[in-house]
């Protein structure tokens, strides 16, 4: 298998992201990968505003959420102790829970998917997955989810709004079939059912 591979996880809210970037890592690192997991919001300055704003302690317009996501982003890649630039560059395997097709799906709900695909070029530049995967779960299983796990819900963790990001993720793999490596997984499955069928795909990317 390559080394050295950039992997994002995607699905919206209770798909089973974590789960899987778990699962993965144990399975990469077996095979004698040298595996650095994270995910989106970071746990920086900007993700630390953005778990705020989720959580409706802080309110603020969609576009400037999605200018923060953005910002929050960059930060991830290019951040010179722990970003993803240089981990790449120290060999590492980076397998992150959600990346730039989590903005599509999520700000596209709100504003113009296009502008915020033009505006997360630069990520795109920078780096771009071998292997985005999508974790495809019906929107009312990980509603029963979500309310089975925890007290609170987040700001996008309604019923209507995880139906429309569904949406939105299938509309941008669609404009960005040709640019982007996309692999769509039965996310309604077991665990282990779905970490046979992601790491299959990993192999061959
Ligand atoms: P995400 O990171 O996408 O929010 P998690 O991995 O945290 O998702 O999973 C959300 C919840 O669903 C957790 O309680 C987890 O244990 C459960 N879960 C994860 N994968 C599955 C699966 N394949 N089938 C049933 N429940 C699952
Ligand atoms: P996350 O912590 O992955 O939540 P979950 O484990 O429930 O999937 O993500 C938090 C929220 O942030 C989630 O509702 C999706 C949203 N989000 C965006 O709106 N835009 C983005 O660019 C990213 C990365 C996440």
Redesign the pocket.
Known sequence: MKQNLFIALE???????????KMLSEKMTAAGHKVYATFEPTDGMIGAVLRKILKGQIKADHRVIAGLFLADRLDHLLNEETGIVKKMQEGYTVIT?RYYFSSYAYHGTHMDMDWVIEANKMCAQILKPDLNIF?D?PPDI?MQ??N??RESTELFETLESLKNVRKKYFEAFDKLRDKEAIFITD?????Q??ADDIHQAVMLS
């Open positions: 699905g919206i809210d209770g798909s089973g992201k974590s789960t899987q970037v829970d974790i779960v990980c989810r979500i089975a796990g996310g309604n499955r077991t665990a059912a779905i």
